[in-house]
């Protein structure tokens, strides 16, 4: 098995770099106004990924700041599975991905299961276009 070598200080810093980014375009689409937002996602309506389930409308909302032509996006594995691949050097977009347990899985959590100690949230993402 092949052991996994801790980042550099090189890609620890272009990490946070990404992250910062990521911070301030979020911002950027809170601080739309929900006329803004809202023509945001009537220019072309909710995205959807390559597996055809939709991206949620904050989703489509950071996907469309980031790139305004946007169609159909999908992760690194997801084209791989869908038998496309994903260029040597592209650029992909920033969206959160949900972590953790659904609300199914909370009675689980309450009751005290061994394994719960899980936390629910969201995770930065890359995603690529179609294009």
Partial sequence: MKMRRPPTAAQKEKAAERRERFTAL??????????????LVMKVGALVTC???????HNTRLVLTQLPTASMVGGFWQW????????KGEHGLM?????????????????????AEKR??????????VT
Avoid at 80 to 87: A, E, L, N, P, T
């Fill in 26 to 39: 979020a911002k950027q689409v809170a601080a739309m106004s929900d006329d803004e937002r809202t023509a």
């Fill in 51 to 57: 597996e055809g389930h939709p991206l949620s409308v």
């Fill in 80 to 87: 791989q599975d869908k038998g496309r691949r994903v260029k």
């Fill in 95 to 115: 969206i959160w991905i949900p972590t953790g347990r659904k609300d199914k899985d909370a009675a689980a959590i309450s009751e005290g299961d061994a394994g």
């Fill in 120 to 129: 629910s949230g969201f995770i930065m993402g890359t995603v690529f276009d």
